[in-house]
């Protein structure tokens, strides 16, 4: 997707957001999340519900979805759209609400490329950075803690900095 060279996306938090909806969407887990030069490729679990004779029964699938720069400016667009209108579904949901706090911490990094996964909430990224040798690989671990730290800060975030108040 390359985010921070030249596209008119340039925000983490939105793109993840988005596609996190997505997946909610599929009710997909334990998530493979790789960036390519035109979207993403993500790899994952989706459990399909079925009724069966006396028992609610569900049978897991691995999916692989190929998510092209159109398909995730056209999630957003929906996203913004539904969030404008009032009827986004609210709170937001698992991938959603996660997603969008770790492309927070991304965007302040401006990562060339991202590759993570996810396992019962907590996330490994390895990311692609410049620096004054050139691009260096870094490993980012956020836990489920970390996780729940960022959803919880993240409301204070949005309203930004308060102004200092007189003495």
């Known amino acids: ?6 596209s008119p996306r340039q925000d983490w938090e939105e793109v993840l957001r988005s596609v996190g909806a997505y997946l909610d969407d599929r ?3 334990g998530v493979v999340f790789i960036e390519t030069d035109n979207g993403f490729i993500i790899q994952g679990t989706s459990v399909a519900s079925s009724t069966g004779t006396g028992e609610s029964m569900g049978q897991s699938s691995r999916e692989t979805l190929t998510l092209h720069d159109d398909d995730v400016s056209k999630f ?4 913004i759209a539904r969030r404008g209108s009032g009827t986004d579904p609210a709170p937001p949901r698992h991938y959603e609400s996660q997603l969008r706090v770790i492309g927070r911490y991304l965007d302040e990094q401006h990562p060339r490329d991202i590759f993570f996964f996810e396992l019962d909430g907590a996330y490994i990224a390895r990311v692609s950075v410049a620096g004054q040798s050139g691009l260096k690989q870094e490993l980012i671990e956020f836990t489920r803690e970390d996780v729940a730290d960022m959803l919880a800060k993240a409301p204070e975030l949005r309203r930004g900095p308060t102004p200092a108040e007189p003495a």
């Open 1 to 6: 997707m390359r985010i921070y060279e030249g």
């Open 76 to 79: 957003m667009d929906e996203a």
């Open 27 to 29: 009710g997909m887990r």
